[in-house]
């Protein structure tokens, strides 16, 4: 009896920590995306045309040039997103953008998913014009995440559980974030990108 008390109260200890572990894990993150759901938390800028796909996943996959942006603005976050991306793909992931209306690597730090960029040091896995990658990692033609931490001037890129950029930079303090759906080299079609979760965290 006393053997089989102890096993139980061993499993109760099990199960308490797990559940506290998986609470703890997810305390503070906020889901702008998942699955099929989630505009409704972006302004829209440009003419990608993004639409919730019911296999579970928000695509864009024509027109020139279009953005997510979120509708609340961050300073200090974490933000991780689970994305599918062709080898063609020209997106990424902008972090405190100064200009909504013109978004790009000179008004926000641009963590980039462009396998084919002419210059592949701001390829995938790099902010463009702060933190180059070496060797650049490939997105295309499977799901991957991005784990990204901005806090203060310390920026952190994982992408697949890997660093692959990492700066101290302050350009940009404040300011919404956003997807991209983007033309590639030559104004060549820009592929196809799919978001099937994005979350952040305020720190």
């Known amino acids: 009896m ?11 200890f099990v199960a308490l920590t797990a559940f506290g572990c998986a609470h703890f894990e997810n305390t503070g993150w906020v889901t ?4 099929n759901k989630g505009l409704e938390n972006w302004n829209r800028v440009g003419d ?4 919730p796909d019911y296999s579970g996943f928000i695509v864009a996959d024509s027109g020139k040039s279009g953005q997510l942006v ?3 603005s961050y300073k200090d976050f974490v933000v991780r997103a689970e994305f599918w991306a062709d080898d063609t793909t020209n997106s990424g992931i902008f972090l ?4 909504p209306k013109k978004i790009g690597s000179a008004t926000a730090y641009e963590v980039n998913i462009y396998d084919h960029r002419p210059d592949p040091k701001y390829g995938t896995g790099a902010i463009v014009n702060v933190a180059m ?7 295309g033609g499977k799901w991957n995440t991005y784990e990204i931490t901005a806090q203060g001037a310390e920026l952190t890129v994982v992408f697949n559980g890997v660093v692959t950029a990492y700066a101290h930079d302050s350009k940009f ?9 983007g033309s590639g080299a030559n104004g060549t079609r820009g592929g196809t990108v799919r978001w099937r979760k994005v979350q952040i965290k305020e720190l």
């Open 2 to 12: 006393k053997r089989l008390l102890a096993v139980s109260t061993t499993l109760l």
């Open 32 to 35: 702008l995306i998942d699955g």
């Open 48 to 51: 990608a045309n993004w639409r």
């Open 70 to 72: 979120s509708k609340k």
């Open 96 to 99: 405190r953008i100064s200009d």
């Open 133 to 139: 990658v070496n060797p650049m990692p490939k997105a």
């Open 173 to 181: 303090k404040e300011g919404p974030i956003s997807l991209q759906y």
